[in-house]
């Protein structure tokens, strides 16, 4: 039997579980010495998700625990009160007890759960030569926008002198509404020479995820976003998405 530690109960939830449930309804998260990972991505691959989390296990050997279904393994979590987590990893569950609770929450065995076949550390090395950072609250007027732009899914960007614009229309239809904001008052790198578009819907990830800054790189050429948070417990949250024409 071994024992599973999980030092920070909030960012095991909310800064990795919980993003990566937006995508997929399972995953396997490997645990090895010194970190958490998964990674998971949309049906037709045009989104990814990364997640990492720092965690000190006393383990040699790197384990996959394959969870059948992320939303009810977040549910259990939530009854247990205490932020520092021990599990016994049964090969087939993982084991929760203490002196007011307990339960068992069964895994699925490895191969049934095929995750991304990508290299994330290979698409974190493209050369991203437009970078720029929003805040949380850019984020969230960009949902309230979406409110009033329900006809179109699309998000583009674009710059204006010093400024990163983002407009919620859809270029590919006739009189659909249109809304424009400032997103960033500076950048790095070139001035976008036209729009680059990507669904919206990474947008609404996003939204779900607490942070207070979001680092934004774009490669224009291979019309490739990459949205990075870093997580209070030392985290981070890679959201890759294909941008695309129109």
Do not use: W
């Not at 007890?97 to 490895?110: E, M, P, V």
């Amino acid at each position: 039997m071994i024992k599973l530690k999980i030092d920070n109960k909030n960012s095991f939830v909310n800064g990795f579980l919980s993003p990566i449930s937006k995508l997929s309804e399972n995953t396997v998260v490997k645990v090895r010495s010194g970190e958490l990972t998964a990674i998971t991505s949309s049906n037709d691959g045009t989104l990814l998700v990364n997640c990492v989390l720092p965690q000190q296990t006393d383990i040699d050997e790197t384990i996959f625990l394959n969870i059948p279904d992320i939303n009810r393994f977040i549910k259990v979590l939530s009854c247990i009160e205490e932020d520092n987590i021990t599990f016994n990893f049964n090969n087939n569950n993982l084991e929760y007890k203490s002196d007011n609770i307990g339960f068992k929450y069964h895994l699925l065995a490895d191969g049934i759960i095929d995750p991304p076949s990508v290299d994330i550390n290979k698409i974190k090395n493209i050369d991203f030569k437009f970078k720029f950072t929003v805040t949380n609250n850019v984020v969230n007027q960009l949902i309230k926008a979406s409110t009033f732009t329900t006809d179109t899914n699309k998000i583009y960007i674009h710059t204006e002198q010093d400024s990163v614009m983002a407009t919620l229309t859809d270029h590919q239809r006739h009189n659909v509404d249109s809304y424009t904001q400032s997103v960033a008052k500076s950048y790095t790198g070139d001035p976008l020479v036209k729009e680059l578009a990507l669904s919206f819907e990474t947008i609404r990830i996003i939204s779900s995820i607490r942070f207070d800054t979001l680092d934004i790189r774009i490669n224009p050429d291979l019309n490739v976003f990459l949205f990075q948070i870093n997580i209070p417990a030392g985290g981070n949250i890679v959201i890759v998405s294909s941008g695309f024409v129109g």
